[in-house]
């Protein structure tokens, strides 16, 4: 091979997107000028101040809610744990039981999980092959006891998006506070807490071209829990802690910006994404689309490619210069199939090799055929030290 530039692809939008000039232009002043507490009472405090109301304004109006109505927090995690924790802690008395489904991101699972070990009870509802949840089995789970239900709105690995109306509905019938994780669907999907029965929903700025280490809870109107964070006044009061000045500012920049270009993102992301599984489904062999075809989220694709593993797949693409991801990012390193292909269906071997590309803005249609013939060649290497593969051709009389 001749000395080519190594091109770079960036192609694991779902893990954490690249921050965007206008958003970092937003947020620069707030390191330098604008340095003050927001509690302090002098011009600099009162410009930081002014600042986060602002981004807290812009959020809110993102996703259709009133200002009231934000928290912000240190991440989307954090926004999720808070929804689960205090939801239980608030309405300990009236029962200790929670609706969840089998596929939510690990900030939800373990936050139930930790709940379990105390006493609560758990149902997993589960999904349908293509990895929907239906609205019926979250009816029939939910019992005189039950106080929460959260079913994310969009999934991180397989790009799933879940009926959330509907559910949101029944839980609003029985009375059921509901939580939707929407950190996936920020910016990809329109949201508007004005025609969702949703009490409260989880989002993140990384994941929208804002900054790291920011999240925003909407806590609707009237849905009580308890403080998070004792302290100082911030939040309310209800969490405690210097604001991340910067990176809500950055945060309010970035939301307004996805919520505005939403439509359009949406439509572009998901001829990518269209054109890209027609290319890789059409052009190898022994390759499955995991998830549904059409309720995705507009830059997903989660491919798994029989008699490969994935973690071989994923170095020899970054040796082509292309970071995908193996179903999530956040259980890379481990062993562990993931337990959202797992609760699809798929039997180990097949789960082990799964990929996911996920699309963002600075991707375009002129990135799927390198990629596509990146993978022919690191498909066919792989397959050929398989020994699964070896028995496959010898059994159908190939070899
Ligand atoms: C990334 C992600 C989170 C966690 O957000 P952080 O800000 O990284 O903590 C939660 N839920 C989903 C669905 C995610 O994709």
Redesign the pocket.
Known sequence: MAQEERKFVYLDN?ATTRMRPEVLEAMLPYFTEHYGNPSSLYEVGRDAKKAVELAREKVARAIGAEPSEIVFTG????A?NWAIKGVAQALEKKGRHIVTSAIE?H?VLHSVEALAKRGWEVTYVPVDDQGIVDPADVERAIRPDTVLVTI?MA??EIGTVQPVDEIGRICRAKGVWFHT?A??AAGALPIDMKMLSVDLC?F?A??IYGPKGV?ALYIRKGVRLPVFIDGGGQERKRRAGTENVPGVVGFGRAFELAASEQPANAARLTEIRDAAIARIMGGIPHVRLNGHPTKRLPGNANFSFQFIEGESLLLLLDMYGFACSSGSACTSGSLDPSHVLLAIGLVHEIAHGSLRVTFGKENGLDDIEPLFEALVKVVDRLREMSPLYDEYLKAEGKK
Request: aromatic share 0%; proline share 0%.
């Open positions: 779902a991440s989307g995690s954090e999720d991101h900030a994310m999934n991180n994780d950190v996936q989880s993140s990384h994941k999240g």
